[in-house]
């Protein structure tokens, strides 16, 4: 299972629609994927597919298994919804994150993707679910705010777990292109700090994305082509396709060994560092 970590450092940008059409694209490809609501302040993974999960990962801790707090979407993609009291998994005792972690670790072997969807803003939880993962996303767009936040997160996350590859996709694009926004972000980041980012995808600002929002429908299951819809299957035929190339994996200086142990990871406890 290859883990994604969705991130900003700004909310509103665009993060969870991210999360949600990439999770249909990629289950479209045949690939079983897993959402994670990894947002423990705002869990809204669920409001965007419409469903009203009767388990979340708060459930987990109040001694269910993770396999009965899953909740199915569509075709190969499944939920672990957030909800209240999350904010508990940073404060785990040792039996409940050795718990958590078996359970976890036997979903490895039922999805080929989680794709985690963050929340906004520099918080240690954040920075660890960025961590663990296989691949972290960024999400810009051209508010100049966005521009600051994104670079203070990859910063962090440079600075403090040593991460080097970054995967940026520009989002609610007017008037620009996301190649340009990206290569002014990109000069101004490796000018400063010894990352590497590379531009995955760029999509407009689209009323019909944010409409069929509203109405807690996904434009990718919208029987009209829509160019949004087709942007974000590109952005999943490109992650499948460098997937099966074997991926460039970053190293978790803190503990390479760890990192092998993927989602797992995530329940780890915050040791000094996170
Ligand atoms: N490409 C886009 N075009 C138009 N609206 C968008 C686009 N991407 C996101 N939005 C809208 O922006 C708002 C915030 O998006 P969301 O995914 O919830 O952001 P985040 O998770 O980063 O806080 C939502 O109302 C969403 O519909
Ligand atoms: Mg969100």
Do not use: W
């Not at 940008?13 to 959402?35: D, H, P, Y």
């Amino acid at each position: 299972m290859r883990i994604i970590a969705i991130s900003s450092g700004k909310g509103g940008v665009g993060k969870t629609t991210l999360s949600c059409n990439l999770g249909i694209a990629i289950a479209e490809q045949n690939k079983r994927v897993l959402m994670i609501d990894g947002d423990m302040g705002l869990a809204n993974v669920d409001i965007h597919f419409g469903v009203r999960p009767l388990q979340h990962l708060g459930d987990v801790l109040k001694g269910k298994s993770i396999k009965e707090c899953i909740t199915p979407l569509y075709k190969n993609i499944d939920l672990i919804a957030g909800g209240s009291g999350l904010v508990e998994l940073t404060h785990l005792n040792a039996f409940q994150r050795r718990e958590l972690i078996n359970q976890v670790q036997d979903m490895q072997f039922s999805y080929d993707y989680a794709i985690i969807d963050t929340a906004s803003g520099i918080y240690e939880h954040v920075l660890h679910l960025n961590a663990v993962a296989d691949e972290c996303i960024i999400v810009l767009t051209q508010d100049p705010s966005s521009f600051a936040d994104a670079y203070a997160m990859i910063k962090v996350l440079h600075q403090k777990y040593k991460l080097q590859n970054f995967k940026v996709v520009c989002n609610q694009m007017k008037g620009m292109k996301g190649e340009a926004l990206f290569i002014k972000f990109a000069e101004v980041v490796e000018r400063f700090l010894s990352v590497r980012l590379s531009l995955l995808g760029s999509l407009p600002f689209d009323e019909n994305l944010q409409k069929y929002q509203q109405q807690q429908r996904s434009i990718m299951r919208q029987t009209a082509d829509s160019a949004t819809a087709n942007i974000f299957r590109q952005i999943a035929v490109e992650i499948i396709a460098e997937n099966a190339m074997g991926g460039a994996r970053d190293s978790f200086s803190e503990d390479t060994s760890q990192k092998t142990s993927g989602l797992a990871a995530i329940f780890r406890p915050a040791t000094g560092h996170a």
